[in-house]
């Protein structure tokens, strides 16, 4: 998948430009309302994940977070990866990204 080589090439260390990598690769500019509902189940996963019942996530965590969904994806064995898995995947980046922006990570252009 064309998305995780990318963000593997580019694990960089500063968790703020990680996340907008992240961000523009798995974030659709104009999502159906689907989509919206679906990403927004999955931010409250890794929310709850990251940092139950308290609300903030460091960005760093966030980042974190995101480099291991991309190492242990970055290892798949594409070809044979189920279609399901791989919509997991993009929703599961996709919600980074949308809590990256919504906390106010996200570099300023």
Known sequence: MRM?????????????AF?????REASDPAPPPGLVAMVDQHAAAVR???????????PGDLAGYARGVVTVAAGWDWPNVAPETTHWLRLRLASVGWLARQFG???TA
């Open 48 to 58: 709850d994940t990251l940092s139950p019942g308290v609300g903030e996530i460091h």
């Open 19 to 23: 996340l907008a990598v992240v961000d």
């Open 105 to 107: 990570y996200l570099p």
């Open 4 to 16: 995780v080589t990318e963000l593997a090439a580019q694990l960089a260390p500063e968790p703020a």
